[in-house]
T-cell receptor, first 111, second 114 residues
């Protein structure tokens, strides 16, 4: 079963970097690693995804371990608006792009 | 606004009634997904369409749940004979047909079964 493991919660101070870890030891070669975040009463919002190489976009960076069994979402300067539940998910390419969400990491940002 | 839209945003119904939710995906997206999310949990995948074809429905929670996408554009999710355990947020997402791409989620329909 394509499962990810994340800490239940993390705290950060405003304007400091945040590193959100994720373990996915059962990942297969064709599974993409996706990160989404969800604010209360809203649908999940895409953050970033990757396959093998590290990725950067305007929202965050994704660092993928060489063996692909873990990854880290990096928010370079946390803001209060980054407080959300962050989900690390495997997108199962050859299973109808099935995405299996866990409970995610609740990020609290302190001013 | 060209994002994914869902209607209604909130639905309150009595146990045993049927309910239907609508999802309008991003217009150029050919893939559409339905999820259910209960309090404190991540979204749970229910079913998936590519154009009008329902390619995955084994994860629908029971035979009371059904979904359609008749013309490959909007989709409906119906729950028959609702039960209190069906109370949840129902989320729709869409994506293009490219490999491994992101899914864009709608705001969800919150169902309360009394």
């Amino acid at each position: 079963d394509a499962k990810t493991t994340q800490p239940n919660s993390m705290e950060s101070n405003e304007e400091e970097p945040v590193h959100l870890p994720c373990n996915h030891s059962t990942i297969s070669g064709t599974d993409y690693i996706h990160w989404y975040r969800q604010l209360p009463s809203q649908g999940p919002e895409y953050v970033i995804h990757g396959l093998t190489s590290n990725v950067n976009n305007r929202m965050a960076s994704l660092a993928i371990a060489e063996d692909r069994k873990s990854s880290t979402l990096i928010l370079h300067r946390a803001t209060l608006r980054d407080a959300a539940v962050y989900y690390c998910i495997l997108n199962l390419l050859y299973n109808n792009n099935d995405m299996r969400f866990g409970a995610g990491t609740r990020l609290t940002v302190k001013p | 606004d060209t994002g994914v839209s869902q209607d209604p945003r909130h639905k309150i119904t009595k146990r045993g009634q049927n309910v239907t939710f609508r999802c309008d995906p991003i217009s150029e997206h050919n893939r559409l997904y339905w999820y259910r999310q209960t309090l404190g949990q991540g979204p749970e995948f229910l079913t998936y369409f590519q154009n009008e074809a329902q390619l995955e429905k084994s994860r629908l929670l029971s035979d009371r749940f059904s979904a359609e996408r008749p013309k490959g554009s909007f989709s409906t999710l119906e729950i028959q004979r609702t039960e209190q355990g069906d109370s949840a947020m129902y989320l729709c997402a869409s994506s293009s047909g490219l490999a491994g791409v992101e899914q864009f989620f709608g705001p969800g329909t919150r169902l309360t079964v009394l």
